[in-house]
């Protein structure tokens, strides 16, 4: 090999190593800033405090206050309530399954990373009743997904005779207004494949968009799919499959194909049952029932 061939061989080997330690360095430059965006949402004792409109919801023949809670820090009547209502629930939902995964949420119900807004009657004062059961909750934490910091909702449960008079939807704006505060990319949830109440409430009320991570997506066959609402072109792009709706319109027709081969973890059955009460704009149902 000619003396400049060696050279060249030996310039392009260390480019090359050179590159791959910057390439390192920003991989993990870029984890320390998400692991402080992550720590530093973590570290706010009370997020309610931000948006205090949201303290009280007074709507729709209700009259209730909401305060927030770390998993570490709950009483044994929180603890009490919250195994409750999650049977009351989430225990049809989830079937026979249902033994194994109460023992799962009874863990993560005390995790010091689990953050709780809780709902309570408020008294004839429109106060916050602490003695009072909570009939509703969100459990939510901040954790990265794709490399990104987003603010997970692991429950969001509601009894069931306050459902349908706006307390979730309030509750979720809520949600996103503390992820968005709190520098995350998205909101991520999951919901039960059996819980079509709560796929219907996600996909249709809130505009939630099916997750790249989910089972489905990477063609694993389980009991859940998981959703998202991605905040900047950056987190839609990694966390979106596609996105079912327009900015402002309707449901998007021209990726509804993609929509139901998304969809193949379901049962034939069940995406029937979803076509009716998911993907609401009637024009668009013949075209699913026909796939």
Same mark, same amino acid.
Do not use: D, F, H, W
């Given at each position: 090999m000619e003396p400049e061939e060696v050279l060249n061989t030996a310039s392009s080997t260390s480019n090359y190593a050179n590159t791959r330690?910057? +390439?390192r360095k920003?991989? $993990?430059?870029?984890?320390?800033?998400? +692991?402080?965006?992550?720590?530093?949402a973590s570290a706010v004792k009370d997020h309610l405090s931000l948006f205090p409109s949201f303290r009280s919801y007074s709507r729709n =023949?209700?009259? $209730?206050? $909401?305060e927030t809670e770390r998993g570490d820090k709950l009483t044994s009547h929180l603890k009490k309530c919250i195994q409750a209502l999650l049977k009351e629930n989430m225990e049809g939902p989830y079937g026979s399954e249902w033994p194994t995964e109460e023992k799962v949420k009874r863990k993560e119900m005390v995790s010091p990373d689990a953050r709780y807004i809780f709902v309570h009657s408020a008294n004839t004062n429109e106060m916050l009743d602490r003695n009072a059961p909570i009939i509703g909750f969100v459990h939510y934490r901040f954790t990265m997904e794709e490399e990104m910091p987003v603010l997970y909702v692991y429950e969001l449960q509601i009894e069931r005779c306050i459902q349908g008079k706006g307390i979730g939807k309030f509750l979720m704006q809520l949600i996103e207004l503390i992820a968005k505060k709190s520098r995350m990319s998205a909101v991520v949830l999951t919901v039960q494949k059996t819980n079509l109440l709560a796929l219907n409430f996600y996909l249709t009320k809130l505009? *939630? +968009? $099916?997750?790249?991570?989910?089972p489905s997506v990477? =063609?694993?066959?389980k009991s859940y799919e998981i959703l998202c609402r991605a905040f900047d072109h950056e987190a839609k792009a990694k966390l979106e499959v596609i996105s079912l709706w327009k900015e402002n319109s309707g449901c998007c027709m021209a990726r509804l194909t993609d929509v139901i081969s998304t969809l193949k973890g379901y049962r034939a059955r069940t995406v029937t049952t979803l076509s009716c009460s998911i993907f609401l704009p009637? *024009?668009?149902?013949?075209n699913l029932h026909e796939s």
């Open positions: 330690k910057m +390439n920003e991989i $993990l430059e870029t984890k320390r800033a998400i +692991n402080q965006i992550i720590k530093s =023949g209700l009259s $209730l206050c $909401l505009r *939630y +968009n $099916l997750s790249s991570i989910s990477i =063609g694993v066959e009637p *024009y668009i149902v013949v």
